[in-house]
């Protein structure tokens, strides 16, 4: 007990069944190295003194910080990238603890914000929506390469497969052979299960959007809908975890990637860094209202994009207002006020 009591830093390496800890005192030694179940890990802890704990930001984790943090210990979540430098010696569960417990305490150390159940409700939708979309996807790309197989060309879009299937799968038995007709069928019947597994899943997303404040604030940001501003929320909050917009349009990954040494400053492409998911619906968002130039003076960016796109090509100007319409969410989110367009003109 006596050493437990001086124990203030700990360093947990998550597993499925098992969780190796390592506990510091304030002075960096090593104190505690256990293997502990899943089960001992709350009980173990809640007869500690409140202390630092640092864990990965991985499955788990999120509800492992929140108990944790009902029995009195701070705790915090790290991307796993940020733990690696502080590993020494080969890799092993005990010194993946001692490098997490080493980190923790960086005062520079970037930390991810401890999400809430309701988040995760939100999350694991839209997960499932995504990859339902997903399936969609490679079951209309295997429908367009058999017919193709058969010199038949459908034109791009989903639209133009679904009106014309009818006609193609009546073609002659020259054309398309029973078995490939029953195939396609069979392919159709799919398409369709999936469509309505995907409209459930959006119309779930779209009342619990309306239902959130956050969410309601976000949906007056240009191109930005349910979809958008539910999986920000899910992904951020209140935005927190971040100083500024600039800070968030970063983590999405929507600046340049720097490579830069000396006085030499190198910019390359898109660092496609943070949550690839909600970056690729930040530039859908981009060219919905690039396409549609007689909201850009109603919004206040008319100007702006005018002037952007004499000197950046659509492909990049498309980024850059991704990256604007991030950093106004944000700034809409953690200032909790909805979206202003004399603001921007």
């Known amino acids: 007990m006596l050493e437990k009591a001086e124990v203030a830093v700990v360093g947990i390496d998550i597993g499925k069944n098992s969780f190796h800890v390592i506990g510091l005192s304030a002075r960096g030694e090593i104190l505690l190295r256990q293997k502990w179940s899943r089960s001992q890990v709350e009980v173990r802890l809640a007869n500690m003194p409140p202390c630092l704990i640092g864990m990965e930001a991985c499955v788990g984790a999120h509800h492992l910080s929140r108990r944790l943090r009902t029995l009195g210990h701070e705790a915090r979540l790290m991307p796993a990238k940020y733990v690696r430098p502080y590993s020494k010696g080969q890799k092993n569960d005990f010194r993946d603890a001692e490098a997490i417990a080493e980190a923790v305490q960086r005062p520079t150390m970037k930390f991810v914000a401890t999400k809430t159940v309701e988040q995760l409700d939100l999350q694991a939708l839209h997960r499932v929506r995504e990859r339902l979309v997903s399936q969609r996807t490679g ?8 017919l193709l197989e058969r010199g038949i060309a459908v034109r791009q879009g989903q639209r133009f497969l679904r009106t014309g299937l009818p006609g193609i799968l009546a073609a002659p038995d020259d054309v398309l052979s029973p078995q490939m007709v029953h195939l396609i069928e069979g392919l159709s019947a799919d398409w369709r299960h999936l469509d309505e597994r995907i409209d459930q899943l959006s119309n779930e997303i779209h009342a619990m959007a309306r239902d959130d404040r ?27 975890a971040f100083s500024k917009g600039r800070d968030f349009g970063a983590w999405l990954g929507l600046v340049p990637r720097q490579m830069s040494t000396g006085d030499r400053t190198v910019l390359g492409p898109i660092s496609r860094r943070g ?28 100007s702006w994009i005018e002037s952007a796109r004499k000197r950046l090509h659509r492909n990049v100007l498309a980024i850059a207002l991704a990256n604007k319409l991030a950093r ?18």
Do not use: T
Not at 139 to 146: C, D, E, G
Not at 215 to 223: A, F, I, K, Q, W
Not at 287 to 296: A, F, H, M, N, T
């Open 139 to 146: 079951i209309i790309n295997q429908m367009r390469a058999f």
């Open 214 to 240: 956050n969410c309601e604030r976000l949906m007056s940001v240009p191109g930005i809908g349910p979809i958008i501003s539910s999986a920000m929320v899910a992904a951020i909050g209140a935005g927190d």
């Open 275 to 302: 949550n690839r998911y909600l970056r690729v619906l930040f530039v859908q968002a981009a060219w919905v209202v690039l396409i549609r130039p007689g909201s850009w003076e109603r919004y206040g960016l008319k």
């Open 328 to 345: 106004i969410a944000w700034s809409v989110l953690a200032h909790g006020r909805g979206f202003e367009a004399s603001a921007m003109a």
